[in-house]
């Protein structure tokens, strides 16, 4: 596998991670600090991205990437440009009740795209400041950060998205208020949750955590036993920055398991439904997987093997009830390391070697589908997504030292928005 | 219930209004007392009938149109009938699949399905006819019923003495208040099947269960076909998994697919019809050659003066019942659309049958939704019977799912319909079966499996050990109750991975 098969599987994984960092850095604003949402020229900021930075700093501290000093200073400057930010109910405005737009101009942090004011991406962005206020514990600068941190947390009205209902909405937007799309089912939201039931100021309310549980199956799929959702990523997002392993809530004592556990059944799920292969894709076996949200083929449909071929662009993929078009994320066995690390390793390495060109230097590519021949080996998604490096830096980071999940556990608003949703057990 | 009989006359029609409404039918002299006055001769009508008079009962069956109601003039035989025509003939776009490629796509003849619905209404209205019915004793008054008194029930001007009612008069399609849809033009279920042409664009409004029907069935026919849903999803009342499996079929089929969108205003340039419509703040127009409006049903109760008899009733709801299927007028039953949520030609008649037992047998049996299956007959169908899991959280019960993908089943692959999957829910710690949800090419029937399960009490464990034919996907069903033995016995080797046997 050309660059990769020579190193061990710790320097395989080293050189990835760093990689996936650099991006983070290599994206971001000088000025506001904003990271760009993918590599592509002219790519706005994703709050999210920007909280998968914030956590990265410190994992970058500790590997001696960059120095404590450079980090906070990194740190501080995206933590001002956010507390200075338009906060209105303004069509451009950055942000509105704490919350911030999804997407943000990487110079102005304006809004653009008239996209929504996103809870769940403010929540992957809160999560990365408190990530820095628990790892910045010295004076002066680091001092800074930390208030900001608490500021920035403070000032989120997590009860006003529940918009007078025991709910929680995706979104809001200037134009037409709250967006009417529900949560239904288990999904990436858990992270949102805990930091809104943990505000000191303005906290969900008890019983929101238990609406949303209301919408979970229990299944027994392909033999294992999971509380499913179907894309990966579901199964990733919220566990970058809370260590499941031992501790339960409600649902999970019921069901003996933990949400641990339950990422590691998913994989299972994806690992097998890719040997099976019901639809009879280009590549996918027990090692070749990781079927989640991301970018796909934007081409019209076509025929193969005697079944119609269509194809979805960006879109939430899920296994094993689909939707699935052939494309994988490449990035996505890798970051399930902390969780199976053996299937991770093995699918990562087959991966390089049978389609090394979803690999460039050393960082994966959003989307990959070999089922659809676009040219030599398949359609291959161009560039970088921030998302997809943060999650990758992270995860490893975890996987090999704890880093992130150790600076959460001592993170009391996620203690106590844990505590304020039942969880009990291990570490709590 | 069809307020106006058809005006032209085919051989077929002829033959049909002989058995549902003779044409030389002259109303019977009232005998001095009926144990049971129905109104209303759908299906709940007919099956209270035939129920009270076979067991000997006088029986007065009052109609104000003709017999067989919705289901069979308007709803579950002619949709059917075509959404078979749209199987056949959207069937044939993947023929290549199976080795039998068309030289070309074949011409669709709208007329020929549309006389082949007309000659199976026809066919069955035998099972339904006035003949058989009078042969039974039972007297059929065609007219219009209401109440005028406590006791006092008049057919047109005519008294019908009795000492127990049923109201079974169904409902018809619910009309949204959008401005201009009246004077735009639109169909509804009730009227959708006099169409004498295949529309070239077609717009559904709802996208619960007739919409979802009718919409893929004109779509897979040929009709460019766009459909509104003010909900996220489409079929609320189903899980997600299902709903979305529906989504991607309908744009698999080329459906335009429009969820989270209500429609605010309809116009008309010309012979173009235009729904002005709103996702979010983004507004929108969709052009059409017709309108087809599925947003739900009303209970036929407005002509029966029910006040007048102290029958409580709520005009979205339709009668107030108690579990017994009896009104607030001790002497006044209900069934079916009239009275019931679930508006399913089943429901309607088990419960008629209910409530005629109730009110001259005094059996005091209760309506049980949690038995009813129920099914969405789109491609692929969706059924469902019991608990959904949202319905056991809410009532503590720990409930799990055992899932049985089709693309995991051996005849539905060979089938070519691997579509879909069988999802059984059981309360945990225990082999008792809750409820069910299959997604697949014949859930409709594979449904019924589960619900002679359920009525017997038959557990998973008992249920893994029923052999059934192979290969059949009805083997599905097994393998979810041997998934659930794998998962509870721990005597039993646990073997992730590899494929089922059967």
């Not at chain 1, 710790?10 to 990271?35: C, K």
């Not at chain 1, 036993?225 to 990966?232: A, D, I, T």
């Not at chain 2, 209303?40 to 029986?59: C, L, N």
């Not at chain 2, 047109?156 to 201009?180: E, N, Q, S, W």
């Amino acid at each position: 596998m050309g660059g990769f098969s020579h190193l061990s599987d710790e320097m395989l994984v080293s050189r990835l991670q760093r990689a996936a960092f650099s991006y983070l850095t290599d994206y971001a604003d000088a000025d506001t600090g904003l990271v760009a949402d993918t590599s592509r020229p002219g790519s706005p900021c994703s709050i999210a991205v920007v909280g998968f930075a914030l956590s990265a700093y410190p994992v970058a501290v500790e590997n001696g990437w960059l120095s404590r000093a450079k980090a906070a200073r990194l740190t501080l400057r995206v933590l001002k440009f956010f507390l200075d930010s338009a906060q209105s109910e303004a069509p451009d405005a950055t942000g509105y009740k704490g919350f911030y737009y999804h997407f943000l101009d990487m110079k102005t942090g304006r809004r653009v795209w008239q996209c929504e004011l996103s809870l769940i991406d403010t929540a992957l962005l809160i999560a990365g400041v408190l990530v820095a206020a628990g790892h910045f514990d010295g004076d002066g600068i680091e001092s800074e950060i930390r208030d900001h941190a608490d500021a920035l947390y403070g000032r989120v009205d997590w009860h006003w998205a529940q918009n007078s209902t025991s709910g929680l909405s995706q979104g809001w937007k200037p134009e037409c208020g709250f967006l009417h799309y529900g949560w239904e089912g288990y999904n990436e939201a858990t992270i949102l949750y805990i930091l809104g039931l943990g505000s000191p100021t303005f906290p969900l309310s008890a019983s929101c955590y238990e609406t949303w549980s209301l919408t979970y199956q229990w299944e027994n799929l392909l033999d294992h036993n999971v509380l499913y959702s179907g894309p990966l990523f579901t199964h990733l997002f919220s566990h970058a920055w809370i260590d499941f392993r031992g501790i339960r809530d409600g649902f999970m004592r019921e069901k003996n398991s933990d949400y641990f556990e339950n990422t590691k059944s998913a994989i299972a799920i994806h690992r097998e439904y890719g040997e099976r292969n019901p639809y009879e894709f280009e590549g996918y076996c027990r090692d070749l997987w990781g079927v989640t949200a991301g970018e796909g083929p934007s081409v019209a449909s076509s025929r193969g093997k005697g079944r119609d071929r269509r194809f979805y662009g960006y879109m939430s993929r899920g296994v094993p009830y689909g939707p699935d078009d052939g494309t994988i994320s490449p990035w996505a066995m890798l970051a399930t390391l902390p969780f199976t690390p053996e299937a991770a390793l093995a699918g990562t390495r087959h991966l390089l070697e049978r389609y090394p060109q979803v690999c460039s230097d050393d960082r994966f590519s959003s989307g990959f589908n070999p089922t659809l021949r676009d040219g030599d080996g398949g359609w291959l998604s161009q560039g970088w997504f921030g998302l997809d490096q943060g999650l990758l830096a992270i995860s490893i980071e975890n996987h090999r030292s704890g880093l992130i999940w150790e600076i959460m556990r001592r993170c009391p608003y996620i203690r106590a928005g844990l505590a304020h949703a039942g969880f009990s057990g291990g570490w709590l | 219930m069809q307020r106006t009989t058809p005006a032209a006359l085919s051989d077929d029609e002829a033959s049909l209004l002989r058995r549902v409404r003779p044409q030389d039918w002259r109303n019977p002299r009232p005998k001095s007392l009926y144990d049971l006055a129905i109104i209303g001769a759908g299906p709940a009508g007919i099956a209270a009938a035939e129920y009270a008079a076979r067991r000997g009962f006088t029986v007065a069956l009052i109609e104000r149109a003709v017999l067989g109601g919705d289901s069979l003039h308007t709803g579950s035989v002619p949709s059917k009938a075509i959404i078979r025509t749209a199987d056949i003939y959207g069937g044939m776009r993947d023929a290549d699949e199976f080795g039998a490629p068309l030289p070309e796509q074949p011409a669709f003849d709208f007329a020929a399905a549309m006389d082949r619905l007309r000659r199976i209404r026809t066919r069955i209205a035998v099972y339904h006819s006035v003949h058989d019915l009078t042969a039974l004793g039972i007297d059929i008054f065609f007219g219009e019923a209401r109440f005028a008194g406590p006791d006092k029930l008049v057919v047109d001007a005519t008294p019908l003495p009795f000492r127990k009612v049923l109201i079974a008069t169904g409902a018809r399609p619910k009309i949204p208040g959008i401005p201009g849809l009246k004077e735009t033009g639109y169909r509804t279920s009730s009227t959708i099947f006099e169409m004498t042409a295949l529309p070239k664009r077609l717009a559904v409004i709802g996208g619960g269960p007739l919409g979802c029907e009718l919409a893929q069935a004109f779509c897979r026919m040929g009709a460019q076909v766009t459909i509104v849903q003010n909900n996220p999803k489409f079929l609320p009342r189903e899980e997600r998994d299902a709903a979305e499996i529906l989504n991607w079929s309908m744009a698999r089929d080329g459906m335009e697919i429009r969820l989270n969108t209500v429609v605010i205003a309809a116009r008309r340039e010309g012979d173009t019809k235009i729904l002005e419509t709103l996702n979010n703040e983004v507004k929108g127009e969709i052009a059409a050659d017709e309108i087809l409006v599925c947003t739900g049903r009303v209970p036929n109760i407005e002509a029966l003066d029910l006040a007048a008899a102290g029958i409580a009733s709520n005009p979205r709801r339709g009668v107030t019942v108690d579990g017994f299927l009896c009104s607030s007028n001790p002497d006044v039953y209900a069934a079916g659309d009239a009275c019931l949520p679930l508006k399913f030609t089943n429901a309607a008649q088990s419960s008629a049958r209910r409530a005629v037992a109730n009110a001259l047998l005094q059996a005091g049996q209760k309506h049980d939704n949690s038995v009813i299956p129920w099914c969405t007959y789109c491609s692929p169908e969706i059924a469902h019977i019991g608990l959904q899991v949202w319905d056991a959280h809410r009532q503590s019960i720990p409930i799990k799912s055992y899932t049985v993908m089709l693309n995991d089943i051996d005849r539905a692959i060979t089938d070519g319909e691997e579509t879909g999957f069988v999802k059984i829910h059981v309360a945990e710690g225990s082999d008792r079966i809750l409820g069910a949800t299959i997604v697949a090419s014949h859930a409709s029937e594979l449904i019924n499996e589960i619900a002679v399960i359920m009525s017997t009490g038959i557990g998973m464990q008992a249920l893994a050990e029923v052999i059934h034919t192979y290969p059949a996907q009805s083997g599905a069903i097994m393998l979810a109750a041997q998934a659930y033995r794998r998962d509870t016995d721990s005597t039993v080797l646990q073997t992730p991975s590899g494929k089922p046997l059967v």
